[in-house]
């Protein structure tokens, strides 16, 4: 079981923190994600976090250098730091353990101009 939280309503060059609590499921192990999704457009990723030792990480280039992914192994929490936000990154945020279709209900982030 995965669970949001984090999301909230900010103007365009703010920033916004999201964090997602894993239940019963092992983050260390598990490549984890972030994925989001805009009202009439398919599923995309956003960031992506191997799992340990090589914990390398992943970003398109609609948010490289912007979203940083991070774990916190002994509270099973992973997070999304967003910075410099925009009105395209308005959507509904989802973590996921891809490799095990795990996901969570997700929460909305909103960037007004």
């Known amino acids: 079981h995965l669970e949001e939280s984090g999301g909230d309503l900010v103007q365009a060059g703010g920033s916004l923190k999201l964090s997602c609590v894993a239940s019963?499921?092992?983050?260390?192990?598990?490549?984890m994600g972030w994925f989001r999704q805009a009202p009439g457009r398919e599923r995309e990723l956003v960031a992506v976090?191997?799992?340990?030792?090589?914990?390398?990480?992943y970003y398109p280039n609609s948010v490289k250098g912007r979203f940083t992914i991070s774990r916190d192994n002994a509270k099973n929490t992973i997070y999304l730091q967003m910075t410099n936000l925009q009105p395209d990154d308005t959507a509904v945020y989802y973590c996921?353990?891809?490799?095990?279709?795990?996901w969570g209900q997700g929460t909305q982030v909103t960037v007004s101009s």
């Open positions: 996921a353990i891809p490799g095990q279709n795990v």
């Open positions: 976090l191997h799992n340990s030792p090589s914990a390398a990480t």
């Open positions: 019963g499921d092992t983050i260390c192990i598990s490549t």
